[in-house]
């Protein structure tokens, strides 16, 4: 049996695994509804509830929806407005694997030898951004189905690897999402390949549609890991100088600020508070 993964394993990855330790939502509210698209290399589960009273809906999706969705719950709660919040996560307990699906769904075809893993640890397979992709979409259709969100309302929100896919999302031109928060950012990843994405963008023209995006980064940096291949590449551009390339995009409002005192792991509720505020807003 594997052992669960704790808080503190998964800090010690340094790759912001804490996002992903499976939380069970705290309402009976809450309504679940777990999907197994054709194709698809594992299930899914959705956590949906409305929040607040009547008026014109916003709607807020996030990824790692075990551990962000009791987080939002929260913070709505206290927002007291009209939210649909939309948790996709997965219908398991086993924080390793959740971590094994993670790493599949938010990151495009990886190299091996570009992909971290932790000492002893198993190789993490990669690739299925695309498909997941296609999995969010159709979680739109399935959260809405009865909900009417009002237009230009519907928010992503993503941390780590998961903010990583949510700007992908924007360099993909996806017209789910008119509000994207990207937390932390792993720029890095595939030898940086979101900044050969981001060249890719400005070139054709950049933005295709109106969009606020908001990237939040921590202000303690991860200490060096004593592994080259993470070390060296997460001391490059990160979530800052992302934000900062894409200021000059007429078609985007961006916003960056910096969570002083937060490390990768401890901004995460800060951070999805942030999203709650920015679907609000």
């Given at each position: 049996m594997t052992e669960p993964l704790t808080r503190r394993h998964a800090l010690a990855l340094g790759l912001g695994l804490a996002a992903s330790l499976p939380l069970a939502p705290a309402s009976a509210q809450t309504i679940t509804r777990d999907l197994k698209p054709a194709g698809a290399p594992h299930d899914y589960r959705l956590f949906i509830e409305r929040m607040g009273g009547e008026g014109p809906l916003a709607a807020l999706y996030l990824l790692d929806g075990n551990r962000t969705f009791p987080l939002a719950r929260e913070a709505a709660l206290r927002a007291d407005r009209p939210l649909l919040l939309v948790g996709l996560g997965y219908p398991v307990v086993d924080g390793e694997e959740i971590i094994r699906r993670r790493f599949l769904d938010f990151t495009p075809p990886t190299p091996p030898e570009a992909v971290p893993a932790p000492p002893g640890g198993p190789a993490r397979e990669t690739g299925g951004r695309d498909f997941f992709a296609g999995v969010l979409a159709a979680s739109v259709g399935i959260a809405e189905r009865d909900h009417e969100v009002a237009a230009g309302r519907r928010t992503l929100f993503g941390h780590s690897l998961g903010g990583h896919?949510?700007?992908?999302?924007?360099?993909?031109?996806?017209?789910?999402?008119?509000?994207?928060?990207?937390?932390?950012?792993?720029?890095?990843?595939?030898?940086?390949?979101?900044?050969?994405?981001?060249e890719a963008f400005r070139k054709a023209g950049g933005s295709e549609m109106a969009r606020r995006l908001s990237i939040v980064t921590a202000g303690e940096r991860p200490a060096p890991t004593g592994r080259p291949l993470l070390d060296v590449r997460r001391s490059g551009p990160g979530g800052a100088e992302m934000a900062g390339a894409l200021?000059?995009?007429?078609?985007?409002?961006?916003?960056?600020?910096?969570?002083?005192?937060?490390t990768h792991g401890s901004m995460i509720p800060r951070s999805v508070e942030a999203a709650v505020a920015l679907a609000l807003t």
């Open positions: 896919f949510a700007l992908h999302m924007v360099f993909a031109h996806s017209p789910l999402f008119a509000r994207i928060l990207s937390a932390d950012p792993s720029v890095w990843w595939n030898d940086y390949g979101l900044m050969r994405e981001l200021r000059d995009d007429p078609a985007l409002k961006v916003g960056h600020e910096v969570y002083a005192g937060e």
